[in-house]
């Protein structure tokens, strides 16, 4: 069911109760029949606002996320391209939405998330744990949805972004050097249209790094989003049509080879369409119908130029892998209807489809893959202090078996006024992705080829979280929450080296996989303070593990995490801290001599900071570093990458450095 929740926060402060949204029971819509407060949902949703977005002045959504708990990620040096992993499983177990329709990605990681403009975010809701009856595959881990902006009460806003950053230690004005963020947008409604417009340059100049000569470590990227939107509503429904467009050239030089004096350099331009329309009919107060339907083109070309630099010449490189041309595009509908029985008993029957072709030169024929569903869920409250939430999805997919039945069952039960507990099973089915079966793709960097004998992914999920809050009133709330999952899969896909050659890499099923994890959030409103402190111990099943006495069944690694808001209104000034521990990580692999070796990924801290100040009405100055303590790179002990991708053994990069940033934000409205 999709909803879009109306709602615009402005980001001055003016009051004492300018950090108050915090005390606010906050609406969530994800996995919802309807709008409903995070307190009384029956799943565990994390929030993240448009207020803390803003106070954070993040260009990515990859700013946004790397501090909250049992989110990392990882980045493809030789791509340039960021993948995310959720408790622990990697992007292709997690469902990306925008405004609840999925995301299209090329492949099994999720670059999608590094390709949506936060200046459109309005905030972002995360559920962790399988999903799959309700959004269907790719759910396994949980769901990422990010609901985007779509006006306040005035009737005409217009506001502009520009943002100044360096990238480490280097930096030029409106250059190429650092990273340059320009953003404008206008709205306008009246009682019953609404029509939205936005448009947002990102230039990041690269970083030298480790890199030699003209060859930049942190390849060079430039974006360019637009989006528009026109909706109309009246007392009983309402439309909305939404149109993204991403154009996004990253550009990778190659070393100067000195014996020859060339160079080959490679640029990987994307093009993406995203169309999206949705409707919400109410008949009654008991009936409603929603639908929403998207049709999204995503195409990556990869030009390689040869540079002679001795002879001033260049022409297209004609190697393997050095010219492509790769396209996707997907077709998504989604029907729900919501009766409500009682003031105890909701019914939601739904269906959806969602198809998916991809065709290139390295892709085998022009295949398609498509899931036909139907599911139905209820919310039942036989007690006032019981709410129970079971679901079935039954699934038809193209290619695969889908199990006849995919369940869940959630439960909420409120102990008092200040404790209650949420517990929930679920069982997941993911088919590989287009990517998995049929990709092949072999460069200087990878050596990979698709796998049409893969296995469809299942899983079993259980979780409960214990949730307290012993104080709530006008200038103060604490809330405390202690939680843990488990998680088998079966058949489990992940990319391991082909049993004939393994100088190549393909991918393969895993009989049995396990993770399992705790954590432990708080939370702190008080005055103009706003504070969450969090704890995580997740773990993962290594794969030696079943065949090795000495390798344990589950590897841990810790996580701690603090984000503090602090706003002093007399001022106009805000102070705010976005802190993350991420754990030590350890591997255990055969080397090459057929010894156990105990690999290891040191632990590191990251730390942002950054002060907004109301300069006047409208304008805002903000300022700040991120990755205030500098780290680059982490000490990797595996004798080898251990993936498909090209890197230095023995390193990890993380970032480009520390870095300052200076903005200035206008937001005018009548």
């Known amino acids: 069911m ?14 004492t109760d300018s950090l108050n949204y915090g005390m606010l029971d906050e609406v969530v819509v994800t996995g919802q029949f309807g709008p409903r407060s995070v307190k009384n949902s029956v799943y565990r949703v994390r929030t993240i606002s448009q207020q803390q977005i803003q106070l954070r002045a993040s260009t990515t959504v990859e700013n946004i996320l790397n501090t909250q708990l049992g989110i990392r990620f990882t980045t493809d040096m030789a791509l340039a391209e960021t993948d995310i992993k959720l408790m622990n499983m990697s992007g292709q177990n997690i469902k990306v939405l925008v405004d609840g329709i999925p995301m299209l990605d090329r492949g099994s990681i999720r670059q999608s998330l590094s390709q949506i403009d936060v200046n459109t975010i309005e905030r972002i809701e995360i559920v962790e744990g399988p999903m ?38 280097e930096y030029s004005f409106m250059q190429k050097r650092g990273t340059h963020n320009g953003n404008a947008a206008i709205t306008w409604q009246n009682q019953h249209w609404r029509a939205t417009a936005s448009g947002t340059q990102n230039n990041f100049g690269g970083f030298q790094g480790t890199g030699e000569g003209r060859a930049k470590e942190w390849a060079p990227k430039d974006q360019l989003l637009l989006s528009g939107a026109l909706g109309y509503r009246n007392t009983k429904a309402s439309t909305n049509y939404r149109l993204s467009y991403l154009d996004e050239d990253i550009a990778k030089r190659g070393p100067l080879n000195t014996s020859n004096y060339k160079a080959l350099d490679q640029n990987y331009i994307t093009k993406r369409y995203n169309h999206s329309l949705q409707s ?10 929603s639908a929403s339907a998207s049709y999204q083109d995503y195409r990556r070309r990869t030009r390689s130029i040869l540079r002679d630099f001795r002879n001033g010449t260049s022409e297209l490189a004609d190697g393997a892998g050095q010219q492509d041309l790769v396209k996707f595009n997907s077709v998504f509908f989604r029907g729900t209807v919501q009766y409500q029985f009682s003031d105890k008993l909701q019914f939601q029957p739904g269906i959806e489809i969602n198809s998916q072709q991809g065709n290139g030169q390295r892709i085998a024929g022009e295949p398609r893959i498509s899931d036909y569903a139907f599911f139905v869920s209820s919310e039942w409250n036989p007690l006032l202090w019981l709410h129970l ?6 699934t038809k997919n193209s ?9 869940s069952l959630n439960a909420k039960i409120n102990f008092s006024n200040n404790w209650a507990i949420r517990a929930a099973y679920a069982r997941g089915f993911r088919a590989p992705a287009l990517r998995e079966l049929y990709f092949t793709f072999f460069d200087s960097n990878h050596s990979i080829e698709g796998n049409t004998d893969l296995k469809a992914e299942y899983s079993h999920s259980f979780n409960a979280y214990l949730s307290w809050e012993p104080l709530t009133g006008h200038s103060i709330l604490v809330n405390s929450t202690l939680g843990g999952f488990f998680n088998r899969f079966e058949n489990l896909i992940t990319i391991s080296g082909k049993p004939d050659d393994p100088s190549i890499n393909t991918y393969a099923n895993i009989d049995h996989f396990k993770t399992a994890g705790i954590t432990w959030e708080n939370k702190l409103v008080w005055k103009d303070l706003d504070a969450t402190f969090g704890f995580s111990y997740i773990s993962r099943e290594d ?25 002093i209104p007399k001022w106009g000034l805000g102070i705010n801290t976005f802190y993350k521990l991420n754990g030590k990580l350890y591997d255990y692999i055969i080397d090459g001599n057929n010894q156990l070796f105990k690999a290891e990924t040191e632990a590191y801290h990251t730390m942002d900071l950054s002060v907004n100040k109301v300069l006047i009405k409208h304008l805002t100055l903000v300022g700040g570093v991120r990755n205030l303590f500098d780290v680059t790179r982490i000490r990797n002990t595996s004798p080898g990458t251990g993936d498909a991708h090209g890197g230095a053994p023995g390193a990890t990069a993380i970032s480009y450095g520390r870095s300052f940033f200076l903005g200035i934000n206008v937001q005018w409205s009548k």
Do not use: C, M
Request: hydrophobic content about 35%; aromatic content about 8%.
């Open 399 to 407: 290619v695969y078996n889908a199990p006849p039945v995919i369940p």
């Open 280 to 289: 919400d009919w109410q008949f009654s107060d008991q009936l409603n119908l």
């Open 543 to 567: 794969d030696l593990s079943n065949t090795l006495s000495d390798v344990p069944s589950l590897v841990w690694q810790p996580e701690v995490n603090a984000n503090i808001f602090y706003q």
């Open 132 to 169: 799959s009856v309700t959004y269907g595959s790719d759910a396994l881990a949980g769901v990422i949805n990010i609901i985007t902006k779509s006006g306040g009460q005035q009737n005409l806003q217009v506001s502009a972004r520009i943002q100044e950053e360096t990238a480490g230690d």
């Open 389 to 394: 939430r079971p679901g079935l999805r039954f």
């Open 2 to 15: 999709t909803f879009t929740l109306k709602a615009q926060e402005d980001v001055h402060p003016k009051s």
